[in-house]
């Protein structure tokens, strides 16, 4: 009997090359349907010569840190030369890439496609309504292989329905048209266009550089007070003072106030998508979880666009992203994007406080440092794709996003303190995403981060950083938060913020006190990992039916869990499956919700931080 043999491998996909692709790339979209959220693309691509060429989809896009392009909603792919359709084969490894030989005197070849936008959430993030419609170039095209993207030049256009206003960070060839003066690959798949029947723009700062653009489902909800509008406008003045100038010459927020399009922060170097509920600025005050977005996507310019991890950078879309420094990119993001919420006014400085205790307790309660170290979790976008996992506080997620944020106010109240209170962060921020005179990435490695530290104060940063993003440990470091004058504390009520914050979830957060999440139908959201539920045998999707032979419902579980601290019993009556349980809670701790207290005698330098520049 003869054993099996591997067969040879299909031909490889060309390695991108720094060389010009012969002439410019035309494409037409129309984006008219969106009754049924059909998106029709044409393309010229020009040609120089026949014989085999391969086409790619963007694969791997900036901003999402993994292979996320919706390739299973690309469809009625065409391909035509000299008036003849072509051939076209999909790689049979890499999926993204098409074959297609090139006839004899072609200049160019002919490409239609459809995207098929997902028509509900389960199918994945809704981006076309009757309303309006966030449309991603990187969806609607397809690109030689073989080229650096920056070396790839795209004219786009796209027809939008009638009346629609568009925001966008191209250029227009012509003022108030949606015609786009020719770009690099890379530049256009960074440039978003947001569209819709209600729009309004509005500056934010004085010769309209940058601009605040909104699209709703009805007219009424693009209703902003001056006291909002005053917030975003700070938050570009102390964005400008803390980093000392723009890597930019104008940006675009582009925001959705909608309850059909699927929710969303994405930055690009020159604009971000967000999608909020359509309530954002009408319970502005209900919505505070939610107003550090925008900050965090705006610092994005500097922090990610601007200046990049040099192994998240790649040549072209179809190369791998790799994510080693996630933990700057994201995780001094984070920082920088509550930090400037609070100083512009977004937040107050209680808000501020109160979102950094939730971070500190989550932290502080995470198993999962036991066996993975943070730094391991820079490749989550590509392991798990922010997909729901069972044992979130033991498997660990994107933890470089909010652990990250710790560990740069750790960083930057020891720099206060070694320095006397000479050396900050912010001064950090201003040397290392200094702008250059234009929009091209710089990349960064460790040791770039280490030396911008030294030359702030001398210590041995790289020892610290390679602790915190390597040890292996149950719980975190809040040096940060005791340096900065401050401490975490557990109180039997939750601040005003942490509870909006999980009205607007709709969960019961009992995570620092039973150590589960339970929603408002009494389905199980989170259970921690050797928490009393865990020890219980209470997992995530499970039912919870009756507490102490009552029928489930928040104020049920209130109180239980508020009469443990008098020995009072906790038995939950749940389903799972087929299966229904009695599950005893060995808890007698009542409710634990954190809060950050002043260190007695302590420098508050925390407050300085968050305090506006």
Same mark, same amino acid.
């Given at each position: 009997m003869t054993e099996p043999n591997p067969l040879p491998p299909p031909p490889s996909i060309p390695a991108p090359r720094d060389i010009a692709y012969p002439g410019v790339i035309t494409l037409e979209v129309d984006a008219t349907d969106?009754?049924?959220?059909?998106?029709?693309?044409?393309?010229?691509?020009?040609?120089?010569?026949a014989g085999p060429q391969v086409l790619m989809f963007p694969k791997w896009l900036p901003g999402y840190h993994s292979p996320a392009a919706p390739i299973e909603l690309l469809a009625g792919l065409r391909i035509a030369a000299l008036g003849e359709d072509l051939a076209w084969r999909r790689d049979p490894v890499e999926v993204y890439a098409f074959h297609v030989d090139v006839p004899a005197g072609a200049q160019a070849l002919e490409i239609e496609l459809q995207f098929l936008t997902p028509t509900a959430q389960?199918? %994945?993030?809704?981006?076309?309504?009757?309303?309006l419609q966030a449309l991603r170039w990187n969806t609607v095209l397809l690109y030689p292989a073989g080229y650096f993207a920056r070396r790839v030049q795209v004219q786009a256009e796209v027809q939008l329905p009638r009346d629609w206003a568009f925001a966008c960070a191209l250029e227009p060839i012509a003022p108030g048209e949606a015609r786009f003066k020719p770009v690099g690959?890379?530049?256009?798949?960074?440039?978003p266009l947001f569209a819709g029947q209600c729009f309004r723009r509005i500056p934010l700062d004085d010769d309209g550089a940058v601009a605040l653009n909104l699209f709703?489902?009805?007219?009424?909800?693009?209703?902003?007070?001056?006291a909002q509008i005053d917030a975003h406008r700070a938050l570009v003045v102390q964005a400008d003072r803390l980093f000392g100038g723009r890597p930019f010459e104008r940006y675009d927020f582009l925001l959705a106030l909608s309850g059909a399009l699927g929710g969303m922060g994405v930055e690009h170097h020159c604009s971000c998508e967000i999608a909020t509920p359509p309530d954002y600025f009408s319970a502005w005050e209900t919505n505070a979880s939610r107003r550090d977005v925008a900050a965090h996507e705006y610092v994005h310019a500097w922090n990610g666009k601007h200046r990049r991890g040099a192994d998240s950078w790649t040549a072209s879309f179809e190369q791998p992203i790799r994510n080693s420094l996630m933990w700057v990119y994201e995780g001094q993001t984070q920082y920088w994007g509550q930090?400037?919420?609070?100083?512009? %006014?977004?937040?107050?400085?209680?808000?501020?406080l109160d979102s950094l205790a939730v971070t500190a307790a989550v932290y502080a309660n995470r198993a999962g440092g036991r066996?993975?170290?943070?730094?391991?979790?820079?490749?989550?976008?590509?392991?798990?794709?922010?997909?729901p996992l069972p044992w979130l506080s033991w498997q660990r997620s994107e933890d470089y996003y909010s652990e990250g944020q710790l560990l740069w106010l750790e960083i930057d109240t020891l720099l206060r303190e070694l320095s006397g209170e000479t050396a900050s962060l912010d001064g950090f921020a201003r040397t290392f995403f200094a702008p250059a005179m234009n929009e091209v990435t710089r990349t960064y490695r460790f040791d770039d981060v280490v030396a911008a530290l030294s030359d702030l104060a001398p210590y041995d940063w790289a020892g610290l950083l390679i602790e915190r993003l390597e040890s292996r440990e149950a719980g975190t470091h809040l040096e940060g938060l005791t340096r900065g004058g401050y401490q975490l504390v557990y109180r039997d009520t939750p601040t005003p913020f942490a509870a909006q914050a999980d009205a607007l979830s709709d969960i019961v957060n009992l995570r620092f006190s039973l150590g589960l999440a339970v929603n408002a139908a009494g389905l199980v959201q989170e259970v921690m990992w050797e928490s009393p539920a865990f020890q219980a045998g209470l997992t995530a999707g499970a039912s919870i039916l009756a507490v102490n032979g009552r029928d489930f419902s928040i104020d049920a579980i209130w109180r239980a869990v508020a009469a443990t601290r008098q020995d009072a019993p906790l038995v939950l009556r749940v389903k799972r499956g087929l299966h229904h349980e009695d599950l005893r809670l060995d808890y007698d701790g009542g409710h634990r919700f954190p809060h950050l207290d002043p260190v007695p005698g302590a420098r508050r330098r925390l407050d300085g931080i968050l305090a506006a520049l």
């Amino acid at each position: 009997m003869t054993e099996p043999n591997p067969l040879p491998p299909p031909p490889s996909i060309p390695a991108p090359r720094d060389i010009a692709y012969p002439g410019v790339i035309t494409l037409e979209v129309d984006a008219t349907d969106v009754r049924r959220g059909i998106i029709r693309a044409r393309q010229s691509l020009p040609v120089a010569q026949a014989g085999p060429q391969v086409l790619m989809f963007p694969k791997w896009l900036p901003g999402y840190h993994s292979p996320a392009a919706p390739i299973e909603l690309l469809a009625g792919l065409r391909i035509a030369a000299l008036g003849e359709d072509l051939a076209w084969r999909r790689d049979p490894v890499e999926v993204y890439a098409f074959h297609v030989d090139v006839p004899a005197g072609a200049q160019a070849l002919e490409i239609e496609l459809q995207f098929l936008t997902p028509t509900a959430q389960s199918q %994945g993030d809704v981006v076309v309504t009757p309303d309006l419609q966030a449309l991603r170039w990187n969806t609607v095209l397809l690109y030689p292989a073989g080229y650096f993207a920056r070396r790839v030049q795209v004219q786009a256009e796209v027809q939008l329905p009638r009346d629609w206003a568009f925001a966008c960070a191209l250029e227009p060839i012509a003022p108030g048209e949606a015609r786009f003066k020719p770009v690099g690959l890379d530049v256009l798949v960074d440039s978003p266009l947001f569209a819709g029947q209600c729009f309004r723009r509005i500056p934010l700062d004085d010769d309209g550089a940058v601009a605040l653009n909104l699209f709703s489902d009805r007219p009424d909800q693009l209703d902003v007070t001056d006291a909002q509008i005053d917030a975003h406008r700070a938050l570009v003045v102390q964005a400008d003072r803390l980093f000392g100038g723009r890597p930019f010459e104008r940006y675009d927020f582009l925001l959705a106030l909608s309850g059909a399009l699927g929710g969303m922060g994405v930055e690009h170097h020159c604009s971000c998508e967000i999608a909020t509920p359509p309530d954002y600025f009408s319970a502005w005050e209900t919505n505070a979880s939610r107003r550090d977005v925008a900050a965090h996507e705006y610092v994005h310019a500097w922090n990610g666009k601007h200046r990049r991890g040099a192994d998240s950078w790649t040549a072209s879309f179809e190369q791998p992203i790799r994510n080693s420094l996630m933990w700057v990119y994201e995780g001094q993001t984070q920082y920088w994007g509550q930090v400037l919420a609070a100083r512009s %006014g977004l937040w107050t400085r209680q808000q501020a406080l109160d979102s950094l205790a939730v971070t500190a307790a989550v932290y502080a309660n995470r198993a999962g440092g036991r066996w993975r170290p943070m730094s391991d979790t820079t490749r989550d976008p590509i392991i798990a794709s922010r997909q729901p996992l069972p044992w979130l506080s033991w498997q660990r997620s994107e933890d470089y996003y909010s652990e990250g944020q710790l560990l740069w106010l750790e960083i930057d109240t020891l720099l206060r303190e070694l320095s006397g209170e000479t050396a900050s962060l912010d001064g950090f921020a201003r040397t290392f995403f200094a702008p250059a005179m234009n929009e091209v990435t710089r990349t960064y490695r460790f040791d770039d981060v280490v030396a911008a530290l030294s030359d702030l104060a001398p210590y041995d940063w790289a020892g610290l950083l390679i602790e915190r993003l390597e040890s292996r440990e149950a719980g975190t470091h809040l040096e940060g938060l005791t340096r900065g004058g401050y401490q975490l504390v557990y109180r039997d009520t939750p601040t005003p913020f942490a509870a909006q914050a999980d009205a607007l979830s709709d969960i019961v957060n009992l995570r620092f006190s039973l150590g589960l999440a339970v929603n408002a139908a009494g389905l199980v959201q989170e259970v921690m990992w050797e928490s009393p539920a865990f020890q219980a045998g209470l997992t995530a999707g499970a039912s919870i039916l009756a507490v102490n032979g009552r029928d489930f419902s928040i104020d049920a579980i209130w109180r239980a869990v508020a009469a443990t601290r008098q020995d009072a019993p906790l038995v939950l009556r749940v389903k799972r499956g087929l299966h229904h349980e009695d599950l005893r809670l060995d808890y007698d701790g009542g409710h634990r919700f954190p809060h950050l207290d002043p260190v007695p005698g302590a420098r508050r330098r925390l407050d300085g931080i968050l305090a506006a520049l």
